[in-house]
Antibody, heavy 119, light 108 residues
Framework: EVQLVESGGGLVQPGGSLRLSCAAS????????MHWVRQAPGKGLVWVSR????????TYADSVKGRFTISRDNAKNTLYLQMNSLRAEDTAVYYC????????????WGQGTVVTVSS | SYVLTQPPSVSVAPGQTARTTCGGI??????VHWYQQKPGQAPVLVVY???DRPSGIPERFSGSNSGNTATLTISRVEAGDEADYYC???????????FGGGTKLTVL
């Protein structure tokens, strides 16, 4: 069974940093692109970032480019999101999602971790 | 950047057919994916590549895509289908993934 479990969320002050993790199991992690998607309270889904198989190619939404860094450790089956210079508007539930094989959809999602940026 | 437009809400009676749209410039040239999200839960992929269904998704869920509009159709709607539905595409020009604003489906 495919499982994605996020962790690392919490309350952080504006300007602070946080690192999210997404532990993957039930599939060969190194064979799939991975993504982060966020959802602000009461709002819609917003794609944040994606990472290719070996971590050599990354893309970011304009709103987080230069502040967030996506990475992966295929030996540990784990995806990361390093978030720096956090702003109030980064407050959201952060989901990791698997890129579907042969499609650019997201076929499995974690349950999300909550990030709150507030003083 | 590429923009997807969805109606905020759609209402339908049980047993009827619900249709919700996703508008975008020449969206027919892109592959559209649809996600269902119930309150407090993670999104679930219900249609991918315009009209394909993941395993485990009922045949009642179907999709189409042409011109400037993609459509998600839910036949024989059940109370359990009440949720937010999001369309999504990959924008090749920016290498970004884009979601529509979402449509809340209410089962009357």
């Amino acid at each position: 069974e495919v499982q994605l479990v996020e962790s690392g969320g919490g309350l952080v002050q504006p300007g602070g940093s946080l690192r999210l993790s997404c532990a993957a199991s039930g599939f060969t992690f190194s064979r799939y692109w991975m993504h982060w998607v966020r959802q602000a309270p009461g709002k819609g889904l917003v794609w944040v970032s994606r990472l290719n198989l070996d971590g050599s190619s990354r893309t970011y939404a304009d709103s987080v480019k230069g502040r967030f860094t996506i990475s992966r450790d295929n030996a540990k089956n784990t995806l990361y999101l390093q978030m720096n210079s956090l702003r109030a508007e980064d407050t959201a539930v952060y989901y990791c999602a698997r890129g579907a094989s042969g499609s650019n959809s997201h076929d499995y999602w974690g349950q999300g971790t909550v990030v709150t940026v507030s003083s | 950047s590429y923009v997807l437009t969805q109606p905020p809400s759609v209402s339908v009676a049980p047993g009827q057919t619900a249709r919700t749209t996703c508008g975008g410039i020449n969206i027919g040239s892109k592959s559209v994916h649809w996600y269902q999200q119930k309150p407090g839960q993670a999104p679930v992929l219900v249609v991918y590549d315009d009209s394909d269904r993941p395993s485990g998704i009922p045949e009642r869920f179907s999709g189409s895509n042409s011109g400037n509009t993609a459509t998600l159709t839910i036949s024989r709607v059940e109370a359990g289908d009440e949720a937010d539905y999001y369309c999504q595409v990959w924008d090749s020009s920016s290498d970004h993934w884009v979601f529509g604003g979402g449509t809340k489906l209410t089962v009357l």
